[in-house]
């Protein structure tokens, strides 16, 4: 994937990023006319585009159910909440666009949020970067520490560290094209390494958390077979929790 670099944009950050994930960087005057899905850094941030759409994370677009009133009523917070402890350490070891760590870390808990896939990563990076020039979402962003990166090595080497693990393996989409949103039609383009849900199960075990969370949908068997201690259902989805 080429990351390309308008005179605006951040040329160090544009740097550090491509090193990190393993773009190739090229400085143009002005957005390149490609059909294909790419990279575009300026002033505004990063944006995956192609020839019709374009997108970039925006943290700001979850505020209203990240406030104090609210948070508590987030299906997935209801879900991961312990009872005994204040401050959890989570890690989210499906992190995607952080938008469920960002919910987490704003009900306070302190997240590790790992992404293996590149684009998604720098998408995710750049969403938190221009997130902490924002007061309104700086605080909750100070609690998520976000890797690039396989968890299923990070949590076979995290014996005890976290206090939850939160596992969202992708699963298929059943919309029309025409229904699912723009992200989501843009990302379904790129080329993504085949996901190990049952072996992300595993290192979370081998993790030994007091807790692990499995987003699935509603009408799907439990991951890996795994029966969880109990589950928190909503309307198309559920969490499955499986209590150690
Ligand atoms: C369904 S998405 C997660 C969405 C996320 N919960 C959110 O709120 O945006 C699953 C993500 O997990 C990532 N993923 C899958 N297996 C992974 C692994 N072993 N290590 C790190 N990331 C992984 C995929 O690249 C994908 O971005």
Redesign the pocket.
Known sequence: MTLYLLPSGEKTWAEELAKKVGFSLCSVDEEPNETEVHLVLSDKGLFLSNETLSYQGDFSALLPRAREYRIGGELLVKAAKPKSFASPRLFD?????????FLLAAAGFYVTL????PV?YALLADAMKRGREDERLAPILSRMTPIFG???PLLQKACGAYDVVYL???FPMRQKSGLIKKKFQLLQLLE?PE??GEG?LSAALAAKPKKILVKRPKNVPALGGKAPSYTVSGDVIRYDCIVL
């Open positions: 070891a499906t992190a995607g666009l952080g938008e469920d760590s790992c992404e293996q896939n998604i396989d968890s299923i969202d393996p992708m993504r996901e190990n992300m």
